[in-house]
């Protein structure tokens, strides 16, 4: 079973599988999505089987009305604007197990070639949407020092014990600018190392978590109320991360759901990986 939480609750470990069709990325979750996939996906569409979505949907609901039901004070008004260094933990976190369609992504020996910006951040990512909510790409980052981009003692030991290669992480901002989001995806060298960092991203541990991107003359992420996603895809950790501008605490439970479906559609990128992976290229 999927586990999902807010921050304040006991920690418990990482589940091991899931539920078929568990909350993924963008096009690759939703029926109607995949028909725009432009063939990022392997022959255009999403393997998993869809008949779980309303469950994962329901899980997702289920961290919001938590951190909803504990989260007070000055988290209904919003907080301080990050800055470069701060330390935010997301108000929510919900992992995710790894998808067994994913098996062939377990080892990045398997996967060698490193990812790049444009391979992450496509021009069809630039500007993503879903349902009324639609975010414009505000900046990128790729950082081979994986503790650039992270903090926590305890997490950086482990990305460099899974020998992390590479974080790539992309700050979005809603046209109205009224929510901004944030996507991040670590390169680890095994999928073991992937569900160990998903371990230490929920915020119960303490062990730290992704910095967040906040370009210059963007709308900045907030202390305030917000909510994490995190996905194992192989040996990818991918996280998406989302608020209202200002971190003020959402208006009804859907509303981070819907935030998210529309920022981590840049995890699309691995389904061209799996395509790929263990193939020689060719010359």
Not at 11 to 17: D, V
Not at 99 to 127: N, Y
Not at 129 to 134: D, Q, T
Not at 139 to 163: M, N, P, S, V
Request: aromatic share 8%; proline share 7%.
């Amino acid at each position: 079973m999927i586990e999902a939480r807010d921050s304040g609750a006991t920690p418990g470990p990482t589940p091991a599988g899931s539920p078929s069709g568990t909350k993924t990325g963008g096009r690759d979750f939703w029926p109607a999505d995949s028909a725009g996939d432009g063939g990022k996906g392997p022959k255009g569409l999403n393997p998993k089987l869809l008949i779980g979505g309303a469950v994962a949907l329901a899980v997702v609901v289920a961290a919001v009305v938590g951190a909803v039901l504990v989260s007070g004070g000055d988290k209904k008004s919003g907080g301080a604007a990050a800055t470069a260094g701060e330390k935010l933990l997301p108000t929510a976190f919900t992992p995710w197990a790894p998808e067994k369609e994913m098996a062939r992504l377990a080892d990045r020996q398997h996967d060698e070639r490193p990812i790049t910006v444009g391979e992450v951040f496509p021009s069809d990512v630039k500007t993503v949407s879903y349902k009324k909510y639609s975010f414009t790409l505000a900046g990128t980052d790729l950082a081979a020092d994986c503790k650039q981009a992270t903090w926590g003692a305890a997490l950086q030991a482990d990305l460099a014990k899974f020998q992390c290669s590479q974080v790539a992480r992309g700050a979005y901002v809603s046209q109205d600018k009224q929510h901004v989001g944030q996507f991040a995806v670590l390169n680890m060298v095994s999928q073991e190392g992937a569900q160990q960092v998903v371990r230490n991203l929920d915020p119960a541990t303490n062990a730290g978590f992704v910095r967040a991107l906040n370009p210059s003359g963007a709308t900045p992420f907030h202390s305030g109320f917000s909510a994490a996603y995190a996905h194992t895809y192989g040996h990818f950790v991918v996280v998406s991360w989302v608020q209202r501008a200002g971190g003020a605490q959402p208006a009804n439970l859907s509303e981070l759901v819907d935030l998210s479906l529309a920022v981590e559609k840049p995890a699309d990128f691995v389904w061209g990986r799996l395509e790929m992976a263990g193939n020689p290229a060719k010359p």
